[in-house]
Nanobody, 114 residues
Framework: QVQFVESGGGLVQPGGSLRLSCVSS????????MGWYRQTPGRQREVVAT???????SYRDSVKGRFTISRDNAEKTVNLLMNNLKPEDTAVYYC????????WGQGTQVTVSS
């Protein structure tokens, strides 16, 4: 069973930045594709960004040019740098593998508001 622990969320004004981090307990993290996901009340969880074991990245259209996903295999972490945040980015952010595992963490709340 793998565990994911997310951190780094908070309250930020529109246009601000946050850096999210996720630590994985997985023993094969270095060969696992990873992703950041987010969820708002009443809506399905959606993928925000993904990074392959080889470092290739992809983003949903609404965050392209603003968010950057990265990973550190030695530390078993995956990070999400979020710049120029918008109110519609407000959500609970989670990390998980790709394909998604059933082991969701608690997530970290990101609130973008003036």
């Amino acid at each position: 069973q793998v565990q994911f622990v997310e951190s780094g969320g908070g309250l930020v004004q529109p246009g601000g930045s946050l850096r999210l981090s996720c630590v994985s307990s997985g023993s094969i993290f270095s060969i696992t594709h990873m992703g950041w996901y987010r969820q708002t009340p009443g809506r399905q969880r959606e993928v925000v960004a993904t990074i392959t074991s080889g470092g290739s990245t992809s983003y949903r259209d609404s965050v392209k040019g603003r968010f950057t996903i990265s990973r550190d295999n030695a530390e078993k972490t995956v990070n999400l740098l979020m710049n120029n945040l918008k109110p519609e980015d407000t959500a609970v952010y989670y990390c998980n593998s790709l394909p998604i595992s059933p082991y969701w963490g608690q997530g970290t709340q990101v609130t973008v508001s003036s």
